[in-house]
């Protein structure tokens, strides 16, 4: 039998209801984007939403993998307008081949966590963070597995996350080094852009500790 596809309303209300039952005043997810990339930074968005977002038109959250290119950006903007508080973090290539990925993705958390903080004056009850992690460094937090298909807050921070990062590397890594053409995979490790390494050999903005069979 196959399975009835979920409605845009139905995701909505099932997104809602999860985040209403942790039963917290002020809840913020966090989401990630970037941390298998061969090259360019790894980012991350908080977003502290209203409790009512079945209630606004247009919105449409899900887990930013599953939304169209073109859709994503006008989501973003949505967001960042509807939301109580956001915020967006970033830790460069030259940072995680330093420190390695798992502290720079904390890292991006926590930055993206403290511009939230600036820029609202919130202070999150309860912070729910995407993914299967120990010892973050940020107070008050539970992780939550495929959080991004379960969580409000979690969807909203997972399309902030990718629409930034995936601007930064269109505007700055692509425009410097079209060869590579970072502007249709972003800096995954597709055939084509292992290829075009192969070719022209690491840029500035490639992870080293991720590339270390092409130097």
């Keep these: 039998m196959t399975k009835k ?3 845009r309303e139905e995701r909505l209300k099932r997104f809602e209801d999860f985040d209403r039952k942790l039963n917290v005043d002020i809840l913020c997810g966090i989401d990630e984007a970037g941390r298998g990339c061969m090259a360019g930074p790894i980012y991350s968005a908080c977003v502290v939403l209203p409790k009512n977002i079945c209630d606004i038109e247009g919105l449409d959250l899900n887990d930013s993998k599953k939304i169209a290119e073109k859709k994503r950006y006008k989501l ?3 967001i960042k307008e509807i939301a109580l508080g956001w915020g967006i973090g970033s830790v460069s290539n030259e940072t995680i081949d330093a420190i390695g990925i798992q502290k720079a993705n904390f890292l991006a958390f926590q930055k993206a966590l403290e511009n939230m903080k600036e820029s609202s004056g919130l202070n999150p009850d309860l912070v729910l963070i995407d993914g299967c992690y120990n010892n973050i460094p940020i107070p008050n937090h539970k992780t939550l597995k495929k959080g991004d298909t379960q969580s409000a807050c979690i969807a909203a921070a997972s ?3 990718k629409t930034s990062r995936d601007k930064y590397v269109i505007d700055i ?4 080094y079209p060869d590579y053409n970072f502007e249709k995979h972003k800096g995954y490790g597709t ?13 500035k903005y490639h992870r080293k500790s991720f590339c270390k069979k092409y130097i």
């Design 76 to 78: 973003a903007d949505m």
């Design 173 to 176: 890594c692509h425009k410097e």
């Design 191 to 203: 055939k084509e852009h292992r290829d075009a390494i192969i070719e022209y050999g690491i840029s």
């Design 159 to 161: 399309i902030l996350a």
């Design 5 to 7: 596809r979920e409605t």
